[in-house]
Structures are given as structure tokens and as C-alpha cells.
């Protein structure tokens, strides 16, 4: 008699996929942060990353960066610490944005994921799990983080594509592309805000303030 093959693990569900679903449903509806992880594992603090970094690409000076960096930085130092999965406080976990303006999202970046998912695969795992990796990841979103908040003229695009490409890394499963992300991040790090001399400071009252 033959053994009929057991079949294999279902292929989890690519970044695109996960947008539209998010997008689906009444427009007006409101998708709590709280909800965008659930359910999605090791994942999950790169899909609250990518739902957090999209107020900064409002196109209103100053005002998607101060709701998105907060954010970034309080993702950036909860992988830092080796949280296993994301915590938002209450009032943070309650609010988010409308499905409305996750579909204008979606439709804003299909053409570059649709791009992106032809060669963007799980990789080098460990540029991820390892805690060290982790920790690398959690402290380079912080600074960046406070990057975003800081009223930077004409660098909000700019860092919300970085933070997008961490994003992308963690939901993919693909450390060759976290090892880009981390290279990208470190060189903005270095011109935007060592050089300024304004970024170690605002780091530490972000800190603060957060902790």
C-alpha cells in the first residue's frame, strides 16, 4: 500500500498579501495597531514597523514624522532588549490608521513590492533570530527612529524607504536584505545625524521619555 505524502507547511502569506487584507473591508474602519501583528510570529515586528513608518510619507512637513518616529523608536528598542514580540501601551494599541488609507498605501507601493517579492526570500536567518543581530536591528531603528522625529528638512521620504527596507526584511524572513538595511542605515545615521551633532541628544530624551 502506498503512503500517500504528508504535505508541507503552507507558505506564509507575502507582505503584498498581508496589505490587501488589511485593506479590505469598510473604509472608514479603523485597524488598531494592536491588531496588525496578531497572529504573525516572528514576523510581527516587522509588519508593525512597516504600518508604523507610513505616517512619514504624509506629505505634510513635520506631522508624519512626529507620529511615526515615536513609534519606530519604541519598535527599535523593544527588539533591542530581545522582546520576542511586540508590546504597545493601550492607548497606542487602540488607534491606527483607516483601511482607507492602508488601500491608498497598498496602491502606492504594490509596483515596488510586486518588484521587491521577485527577489526578496528567506535568507540568512540568522541576521535575525541571533540576538546580537536582533539587538543591532532594535538599535539602529531607535536612531533612525529619532531621526524621522527631528525636523530634518526633506528627509522624511528618505528614511520612511530605510525603515520600509527594515520592514521588508523582517516580514520576508530575508537576512541578506536586513545586512543592506543595516549598511543603508548606518550611512544615514552618519551623515544625518553624527555629523549634525544633533542626534545623540535627542536619542537620549527620546529614551527617556519612552522609558
Known amino acids: 500500500m502506498t503512503r500517500r505524502a504528508r504535505p508541507g507547511p503552507a507558505p506564509e502569506a507575502g507582505t503584498r498579501v498581508l496589505l490587501d487584507a488589511f485593506a479590505e473591508g469598510d473604509p472608514d474602519e479603523v485597524l488598531r495597531l494592536g491588531d496588525v501583528f496578531t497572529g504573525l510570529g516572528r514576523r510581527s515586528f516587522g509588519m508593525l514597523l512597516f504600518v508604523s513608518t507610513l505616517p512619514a510619507l504624509i506629505p505634510i512637513p513635520g506631522v508624519g514624522g512626529a507620529i511615526s518616529g515615536p513609534l519606530v523608536v519604541l519598535v527599535g528598542l523593544q527588539l533591542l532588549v530581545g522582546l520576542r514580540k511586540p508590546w504597545l501601551p493601550g ?77 521588508l526584511a523582517l516580514l520576508e524572513r530575508d537576512g541578506r536584505l536586513m545586512g543592506v ?8 545615521i552618519a551623515v544625518f545625524g553624527v555629523l549634525s551633532g544633533s542626534l545623540l541628544g535627542a536619542a537620549a530624551r527620546w529614551i527617556d521619555f519612552l522609558v
Open 91 to 167: 492607548f497606542v494599541a487602540r488607534r491606527g490608521p483607516h483601511r482607507a488609507a492602508m488601500a491608498r498605501f497598498r496602491d502606492l507601493l504594490a509596483p515596488w513590492l510586486t518588484r521587491l517579492e521577485r527577489v526578496v526570500k528567506p535568507h540568512a536567518a540568522a541576521m535575525l533570530d541571533h540576538r546580537l543581530a536582533s539587538a543591532v536591528t532594535g538599535l539602529l531603528l531607535v536612531l533612525l527612529g529619532v531621526l524621522l522625529a527631528l525636523p530634518i528638512p526633506l528627509t522624511n521620504y528618505l528614511f520612511a524607504a530605510l525603515l520600509l527596507a527594515f520592514a
Open 181 to 188: 538595511a543595516w549598511a543603508a542605515g548606518a550611512v544615514a
